[in-house]
Each structure stands twice: as C-alpha cells, then as structure tokens.
C-alpha cells in the first residue's frame, strides 16, 4: 500500500516534469506537486516502505523501516545504501524546501525506486533528465508516451484531490 503511494508520488513527480519539458518552460504552476515541501510530498512512512523494500537481508533495517511505517519516521541513515541515504540526508535537512527547489533529490528517488522494481523510478529519471536537456532520444519517446497514457490525469487528478474537488 505504501509502495504504491510511492509510485504516485513518482509519476505524479515525472507527469509534471514532463509536462515542463514539454511545454518548455520552468514556471512551476501554482497548485503543482513541484510547489509540496519535500517532507509532504514524500512522507516519512512512505520512506520507511521504500527502505524496508531495499533493505534486502538486513533485518535490523527492516525492523527500523517497519517501525517508521507504523510511527512515521525514518530509519538511521547511516544504515541506509547511498542513493536511499542522500535521500534521507535532504529529507532531514531540505524537507521544508519546496520541491522545485530540491530538485537535486529526484535522481536519488528515481533510482532507488528503479532498484525495488518500480518502474515509475526510470520514468522520474527521464523526467528530471529531459528537464535538464540531457535525455536520450528513446527516453523522451518513452517519457512522453507515459505522459500519453497518464500525465493529464495524474497532475489534475493529484491537484483536484489536494482542493477537495473531482478531475
């Protein structure tokens, strides 16, 4: 159930960074998920789910992670593998911040979710490169094909849901 607020978090995420690109602009819409501190966006139980997914054999982490999706925090981030720690590290110091301004974070998002076979995480990646203008061919087809299927629904439907009103 978490993992899979993960993955809406995530494509949410990559539909409005493809919706960026797309448009060619970097003016972040008002009632964007980009406009979300980073510790609303990704909330910490939500981050235990992505960690205890990851953590492999490491039974200490997976009592941790589990803890932290029953309370709502975060596991030792020292404990954690480095993409999964970075993201810890910015969720303690930048989790204030709008996402717009920790932009940096999404790499480590996208790939830690491409490592528990999410497959939203390589959808973010290519969102966050296409942005940036260093997406190969094949990834903004990919990127865009997603967005196709999901990207309209996905940014109105998160805002509609944030004002209490349907898409």
Known sequence: MLLNKA?????????????????GTLVVPPRSLLR??????????????????SSGDDLTLKLNSSLGMRLGGVPACKRLDAELAALCR?????????IYEALD???????????????????????????????SEHEYARLFKAYDEWGLYAVVGLNARRSGQRP
């Open 105 to 135: 974070v999404l790499p480590s998002l996208g790939a830690t979710l491409s490592s528990i076979d999410v497959p939203e995480g390589d959808l973010l990646m290519s969102a966050y490169r296409a942005l940036a203008g260093a997406a």
């Open 90 to 98: 910015a969720l303690a110091e930048r989790g204030g911040e709008p």
């Open 36 to 53: 979300l501190p980073l510790v609303k966006a990704l909330p910490p139980e939500v981050f235990s789910a992505i960690a205890f997914a």
């Open 7 to 23: 993955r809406e978090i995530a494509r949410g995420l990559a539909a409005e960074l493809a919706y960026l690109t797309l448009v």
